[in-house]
């Protein structure tokens, strides 16, 4: 499925007292990945917003193997894992720059008409995407 690479670096303020990162700002790399893979297809989250469509969080899971740490350059993986219904999911793996795997996750996100607050069916516009 659709993949993208996004390239960070781990700043001072992302860590604690040992130059390791802080367990919860691993939920923020993903979000940059993923919205770094959604930026790839053309479409960005305030552009979606702007046309009524919110992608609220319904999961997520995060595997730790290896710290980051303060100044490495870490790359975020964001893989598609099946084409969206009324859900999308991605599937992340981090890795340092010495391409030691840190992290394994998963996030499930849910399509909102952010006029009604109900849930919906994926657009059109990024199905037609994923299927070219």
């Known amino acids: 499925m659709k993949k993208n690479l996004t390239k960070l670096r781990v700043r001072y303020a992302e860590t604690d007292q040992m130059g390791v990162v802080y367990y919860g700002n691993y939920a923020q790399y993903l979000e940059q990945g993923r919205t770094e893979w959604l930026r790839e297809l053309?479409?960005?989250?305030?552009?979606?917003?702007?046309?009524?469509?919110m992608l609220p969080v319904t999961n997520l899971n995060v595997n730790f193997k290896l710290p980051a740490r303060y100044d490495d350059?870490?790359?975020?993986?964001?893989e598609l894992k099946k084409i969206p219904t009324f859900k999308i999911?991605?599937?992340?793996?981090?890795?340092?720059q010495e391409d030691q795997l840190l992290v394994t996750a998963e996030t499930t996100l849910v399509f909102i008409n952010s006029a009604t607050k109900k849930i919906i069916k994926a657009p059109g516009y990024l199905l037609e995407k994923l299927t070219d």
């Open 89 to 96: 999911e991605f599937y992340y793996e981090i890795h340092n």
């Open 42 to 53: 053309g479409f960005s989250y305030k552009w979606m917003e702007e046309n009524q469509v």
């Open 73 to 78: 350059v870490i790359t975020v993986t964001t």
